[in-house]
């Protein structure tokens, strides 16, 4: 079999390819024939079926569909996505011939020149939720490319979505103590007033929660809003060497952890009807300079949900439950009711 003629556009023979895959991975016979009847929603059939098989526990053959969406993309795009699912499921594995792999994948993504606008922006996340704030910079700096080839004034006419990667860049210049640019400044304004003409949602009692110092209390009595925090997926490995993860958690899958997560949120939000639940993601060291700061234990879950509720008015703070169809609070990279929201768990 001649692989990747010169001069044949992939999109014209991966979908013959990706069937063959898709057949041998055992997806039911209506996702095939979806993939037959819609040829142009290739990637997000087959999205859609790795996040089934993954809810399923279906691990490996999930793998081999991201790893045949990876060697046959239906477009560039595509396959630097896949690439970035794949590290997602290698990582989560814990073996370091996986982690070897993961990073060999992941330095390829990285080589000048190579990362699109769109998997920077996911990638950016990645990084930003492992604390490798030098990397996410990196990938802030190319899925912002096109904002940043305009001048900051240029961009008023814009909505936030349109921003996001402006703003995760001037978020992580902020962390890394860089001078803030005009296209920073311009970012954290436009989040500023969004989070001021969304008060109902963030607004929780009209005092500011000030951060870190003083503003820090942690008896709140009835939170008008609460906010859950858990470690990102990629600190995960570095709250375990750090000792932050309690007994029940430690050494268990990553996706065993954030069940147990969802399942306290449910717990929380059937006992206080009402009131808002909002996740965050934290990173190893956050958690364990918080604690430092304010003299606490942190692998005391209780020194999270304070560093969480000091956060009520962070951009990254994601209101829970999702939508079924968006993406899962917990970075999986799956649907919500394909991932922790799937009912086969519950
Ligand atoms: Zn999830």
Known sequence: MADGTPGTPVSEKAPTRILAVAREAGLPEEVLRDLVDHPHRT???LRDAVGDLEADGRSDRAQRLVEALRDHPVSPE???????????????SGEDA??????????ELLRPGNLLEGPADVLAGYFRRAENREKALYCYNIASRGLLARSAESLAGLGLVDLVPLVGRARVREELGLALDAHDRFALAVVERYLRENSDAFDWDGESPGRGGDGFRPEASEPVQEVRAAFSRESLEKARSL??????????EPDAYYLDTERALRGYSRKHPGTPVYTLLAGADEIAAFARDHGLDPADEATRRAWAQDRRDDFWILPWPPERNQRCWCASGRKYKKCCGSPAHH
């Open 78 to 92: 595509s396959g630097q996505y896949a690439s970035i699912d794949l590290v997602r499921m290698l990582d989560g």
């Open 43 to 45: 990637e997000e059939i």
């Open 243 to 252: 000792g932050l993860l309690s007994p029940e958690t430690d050494g268990r």
């Open 98 to 107: 996986a982690g070897a792999r993961a990073d060999r994948i992941l330095e």
